[in-house]
Structure formats: C-alpha cells, structure tokens
C-alpha cells in the first residue's frame, strides 16, 4: 500500500474521529450548560468505573484479536475466539459489582449506579469486540463510525431524557442507549460472523494477549486513572471541570490516534512479508504528521483556554491551567501512540509490555503523590510526567528493532509554524480574551489555524507535496 492510500486512510478515520470528537463535545457542552459540575462529574467517575470493568474482562484479547485478525488469516475464528472469552470473563466481574455494589455506588456518588453499571459496561464490551473485528480488517474509519455513532446517539437521549427533567438518571440512561445504537451499526458493518474457533486459535490469542493485557491496562490507564484518584481525593464537582478540560484537549490528538490506528494494521500485514524498508518508510512518513496539530494546540491552548472554559460557565474558569499541561500530554502521547502501535504491530508485544508496566506504576504513584500536595491539578502533572518519560521508553524500544531517521527538521519547521501563529495572535487578539463572546473566539481560533497552515505549507516542502497530491487525487476521484 502506498503512503498516499495510507494518508487518504488516516484521513478518512480522521474525519469520523472529527465527527466523533464534536459529538463527544456537545454532549460535554449540554451537560455542563443543562446540568451542573456536580452531574458531570458523577458521570465522570461512573465512565471511568465502567471502563475498569472493561480492562477486567479485556486482558489484552481485544489488541490480540485485532493483530491476528489483521493477520489476513481464519478471521471468523479469531473474532468468535475473542467474544467468548470476554463474555466468560465478564460473568464473574458482574457477580464482584454487585457484591460490592454498596462500596461502588458510595465511591461513584448515587446508589442508582450500580444497574447502569452493568449494562453500560456489558454493551461497552460488545461494541469494542465488533470494533477490534473492523480494524482487524483495516475498516479503522468504520471503527471510528461506531464510536461517532454512540457519541451521537448518547447525545440525543440526553438532550430528551434531560430535558425531560430525569437528571442523573437520564444521563445514565442516555449512555447505555448510545452503546446499543453503535451495537446496532456494528453488525450491520461488521463482516466477520460467529464460527466455531479451536484451541489453536484461543492459544494464540493468549500467546499476544500475554503480554498485551498491560497495553490495555495502560490504555485505560492513561484516560482514567487521574480521574479515578481524583475520586478519592475532591468532590465529583471538581471532577467535572477536570473532565471537561481534558476533553477540550481531545480535538488535538485525533489525527495522530487516526494514523497510528491505520498505520497498525498496514505494518502489521508489511511484517508478515518481510518489508523493512517499507515500514521504516512509513514509520518516517508518519512522524512527520503525527504532531500536526498537537503541537499548535500547546500554543493555543494557552491563548484561548480560559475563554474556552469560560463559554461552560465561570465556575469552569479554574481549569484553564490543566488545560494547558493536559495538551503538553497530548503532544507527547502523539508519537507515543504512534510509536506503540509500530511496536505491536512487528509482533513485540514483550516490549510494549515493559514500557507499560512502567507507566502504570509511574502514573498511579504520580497521581496519589501530586493530587495529595498540590491539589486537583497536581493530576494533569502527574499524568504529564508519566506520559513524557513513557515516550522516551517507547522511542528507545523501538530504535532497538528497527533502524529509522526522525524528521526532526519537519518537527521543528511545524514548532516554528506555530509560534508563528502564537505570535500573530498575541498582536491581534484583545486584552479582554476572556470576556468575549463565543462567536469572536471561535473567528480567532479560525484565523490562528489558518495562520499556521499557511505557514506551514510555506516551510515544509514535505507536507505540501503530500497535501497537493491528496486534493489532486480527490479531485480525479469527484470528476470521475
């Protein structure tokens, strides 16, 4: 596959996390408008929770199926052999919830928790099987449908429910409801159909899942645990604007999950023939993307975070410095991602595996640490921390197995290109930032990003030539 085919790819899952991360945003917005922090961050905590439940019946068997499904061989089998033993696991962990249903409902907030707790994470685990089946077979922007799709549906119930005046219960509600509207879309898309799988085909989940259970474990762990212990630690309202903070930043990692999702399973199918060359050229190509736009995020989250937060309300105001150590996170996590994916993708699960235990543990210890002298925001921080020193671990892994040059002139011209535009909107933007109205923001932000893109398409000749190449071949696509 050309790199141009893998650009349009990443594109089009692009697109649809695009679609994704506005829904998810709205949803954000209308619960903060409509409800308050308290609600926000209830729901926080009770996703956060059903997300543990995920990690407790996934032990690696979701990255599993998806690399031995992209494999290209029995993936019927691999897909049936997955859904089995998440379903297995998940019977005990349901007999555990509602064991401790007390302690868990006192934890979350509310009593009435523990029922949505069970069906939000039994129809989580249904549509992240049939998603790991998508990307298996390099449908990632399908994949990235169904998630767009439970955003959306999520959305509208609330937008009912809420307004209906069923509170918390509504919200609840509204988040199983999206889980089985994307179900739904997913077997529809999904072509892979239940058949009998064989021991073989459990043992060599296993053989992945060995070591892959902890890239779970980190997966969820980079998302929830600051959440989790800030659980532990401050009243679900100041949950609420972390939360929202750190959904605002987002937007600014969705380009580089798109590549590094397609770019899993084209390397994936590479290593099984033997292509070096051609995965280090990937690997190349992709680097010079993967930051695109988390890097200008940095310097306009700390122009325009503020003002963002302030559009949810005044009580959301305090959040605007997790807000910008948040998006330093991000830019990180942008090559980390990429650089995990890579890593799993030649089959070195046992690597990844090692520079996941260390962020578990690093990020738990952080958090505790931080949250417990500094405060609230003491969780951005710590979450940072952890997520720049895994990115060393995970680049140093990877130069172990495959040799490969940095586009560092690229990274530094796109770094350039966004000071650039910092400093276009420093002169133009008013003293008063914080106080505008939503329309103003949104025009300055625009024109920032205009600014950078110019800029650029000015400086890196890489990027302008992919970026004529891609439109021209769109444009023979439309005339055709």
Not at 28 to 56: H, K, N, Q
Not at 176 to 185: E, H, N, R, T
Not at 256 to 270: D, K, Q, R, Y
Not at 442 to 468: D, F, H, K, N, P
Request: proline share 2%.
């Amino acid at each position: 596959m050309s790199y141009t085919k893998i650009l349009r790819s990443s594109i089009g899952t692009f697109a649809t996390r695009i679609g994704l991360s506005v829904a998810i945003f709205l949803g954000v917005f209308y619960l903060a408008a409509a409800t308050e922090p308290l609600v926000l961050g209830i729901y926080s905590l009770f996703v956060a929770v059903v997300r543990v439940l995920d990690l407790l019946t996934n032990l690696g068997i979701v990255e599993a199926a998806q690399k031995r499904i992209s494999e290209g061989t029995e993936r019927a089998e691999f897909f049936t052999a997955a859904l089995l033993v998440r379903l297995g696991l998940f019977a005990p962990v349901g007999i555990i919830v509602i064991i401790f249903h007390q302690q868990i409902a006192a934890y979350v907030g509310r009593d009435l928790v523990v029922p949505f707790l069970l069906a939000g994470a039994f129809c989580y685990l249904i549509r992240k099987a049939i998603e790991a089946g998508l990307i298996g077979k390099k449908n990632v922007a399908q994949a990235g449908l169904l998630q767009f799709v439970f955003a959306a549906g999520q959305l509208m119930s609330w937008i009912v429910l809420v307004s209906l005046d069923y509170g918390l219960v509504g919200v609840l509600s509204g988040y199983v409801i999206g889980q089985l509207l994307a179900i739904g879309v997913g077997v529809v898309l999904n072509t892979l159909r239940l058949t009998r799988p064989t021991k073989r085909h459990f043992r060599s989940l296993f053989q992945f899942a060995k070591y892959g259970w902890v890239g779970a474990v980190t997966t969820q762990s980079w998302v929830w645990t600051d959440t989790l212990i800030l659980g532990l630690f401050v009243v679900p309202a100041f949950i609420g604007v972390y939360e929202l903070s750190w959904q605002i930043t987002g937007v600014l990692f969705l380009l580089a999950s798109a590549i590094g999702s397609t770019l899993f399973a084209n390397v994936s199918e590479l290593s099984a023939q033997d292509e070096t060359e051609q995965i280090t050229d990937l690997l190349e190509r992709s680097l010079v993307y993967t930051g695109i736009m988390a890097i200008p995020g940095l310097v306009g989250g700390i122009i325009f975070a503020e003002s963002l937060l302030a559009i949810f309300g005044e009580e959301y105001r305090i959040g605007a410095t997790v807000v910008a150590v948040l998006i330093l996170a991000r830019v990180f996590h942008s090559y980390e991602i990429v650089f995990g994916k890579v890593i799993n993708a030649l089959d070195r699960p046992d690597l990844m595996f090692r520079s996941n235990v260390v962020f578990i543990l690093l990020n738990i210890v952080l958090n505790v640490l931080a949250i417990a002298t500094v405060g609230w925001i003491g969780a951005a921080l710590a979450t940072s921390g952890a997520m720049i020193l895994k990115t060393g671990l995970t680049y140093r892994y990877i130069r172990s197995i495959l040799s490969f040059t940095v586009p560092v002139t690229e990274i530094l011209l796109e770094v350039i290109s966004a000071l650039i535009m910092g400093l276009c909107l420093w002169f133009l933007i008013p003293v008063s930032l914080a106080s505008l109205p939503l329309l103003e923001i949104a025009l300055l932000i625009g024109l920032g990003g205009a600014i950078y893109a110019v800029s650029l398409l000015v400086l890196v000749e890489r990027i302008r030539i992919a970026t004529a190449r891609v439109f021209r071949t769109l444009l023979v696509s439309i005339d055709r």
